[in-house]
Every structure is written in C-alpha cells, then in structure tokens.
C-alpha cells in the first residue's frame, strides 16, 4: 500500500508563515489525488481545513491556504495564531482506498 | 444542520467483532453523487481509513483490513454501519464516521478491545 509522507513535527512564530507537506510513495501529488487537510486539538475529533487541494470550507480560517509545491500537497499557514497549534493530518485518494499521512506536530511559539 | 452520530459497544472481546453505526440526521446518505466513511484513530497515533460506501451502494475498503471489514447501510433509518471481525487490542480506537467532502465528522466512539 502506498505511503503518504508529512513532516513530524514542526515549529513557528507566532504571526510566522509555515508550509506544512503531504508526499506519496507513488510519485508526484497531483489535484487527481484530491488532497484534504485536517487539524486535530488534543481530545476533540479532526476539523477539515482544505479539500480538493485548495477549497476551503465556510469555517476555513483565510490565513489557511492549500497548494501544490514540488510535487506534494501543501498547506500554508500565514499569520500564525497561538491557536493554530494543533495536529495537522493530510489524506491523498490513491486510486481507490484514502490514504492518510502520518500527521504533522505543529507548535506555535 | 447535518449531524453524523456514531453509536455501539465500547468495549469488544479478542476474536469478536467490532459493530458501529452512523446514525445521519439533516441529511440522506443515498441522495447526490456523495462517499460515507469510517475512519479511525488509535491513542497517539494518526488517522487510519477503514472504509466506505457511496450513495449509489459500492464500497471501498483499505487493502489492509478488507478481509475483515463490512460497511454496509440501511437507507430506511438514514444509517450506515460497519462491522469488523476478528478484533484484536490492534483495533483499540476512536471510531470516526465521516462524510468526507463536506467536512462532516462525528464525534468519535471509542471502542477497546480487551477480554
């Protein structure tokens, strides 16, 4: 099965701009792979941020924005907030079953 | 508004199997060109997909747990509902009933196993 790949971890200033990735084992990430990002609070159920690559929803925060860089999904985060710190996952569809990244620790500090 | 509400036991016993349902309201899961999912978490860890069934009735499942899993539906109740057999403490988690496109999730239902 394939692998999607994200950062573990990673860290910004409050008000800083960071770039979260999503990559596959399979190859390049394209829109055909409908990306979705997610973020998760301790305890709470996961929140869909960005679907379809860069579609926000209506409760979608404007400083998230979803893109594609250098072959994988990325979602970017300017103007970070110390509420932002959370845990991001990112999901590719991959010809058939959903495929989940292993999810990214993101500290606002 | 939509609500997705997952319900079931809590606790399964080694070698049983796992049953959940999805109990839709605000919505119908066999109406528009629409995916139904189960999705799961277990402590620590990142999201894993189990599975899921379209409004048309087609299911797909993860490669890695497809001889164990049944996403199945009952339109007269506006519920869906998954059964996994053979459980072992591997499939202690929290149980995610998504509607993926629009954002939707349930609260989530924890579900040990544990004899």
């Known amino acids: 099965q394939a692998v999607v790949t994200q950062e573990p971890s990673l860290t910004v200033s409050p008000g800083g701009t960071v770039t979260l990735t999503c990559g596959s084992s399979?190859?390049?990430?394209?829109?055909?792979?409908?990306p979705y990002w997610f973020q998760q609070k301790p305890g709470q159920a996961p929140t869909t941020l960005i679907y379809?690559?860069?579609n926000r929803h209506s409760w979608t925060p404007a400083r998230f924005s979803g893109s594609l860089l250098g072959g994988k999904a990325a979602l970017t985060l300017s103007g970070a907030q110390p509420e932002d710190e959370a845990e991001y996952h990112c999901f590719l569809s991959l010809g058939g079953p959903w495929v989940f990244g292993g999810g990214t620790k993101l500290t606002v500090l | 508004q939509v609500q997705l509400q997952e319900s079931g036991p809590g606790l399964v016993e080694p070698s049983q199997t796992l049953s959940l349902t999805c109990t839709v309201s605000?919505?119908?899961?066999?109406?528009?060109?629409?995916?139904w999912s189960w999705i799961r978490q277990p402590a620590g860890k990142g999201l894993e997909y189990i599975g899921r069934i379209h409004t048309s009735g087609s299911t797909n499942y993860n490669p890695s747990l497809q001889s164990r899993v049944t996403i199945s539906r009952d339109t007269s109740k506006n519920q869906f509902s998954l059964r996994l057999s053979s459980v072992t403490d591997a499939d202690t988690a929290v149980y995610y009933c998504v509607k993926m496109c629009c954002g939707l999730w349930g609260q989530g239902t924890l579900v040990t196993v544990s004899s």
């Open positions: 605000g919505d119908s899961i066999n109406s528009g060109d629409y995916h």
């Open positions: 399979t190859g390049a990430v394209t829109s055909g792979h409908y």
């Open positions: 379809n690559t860069n």
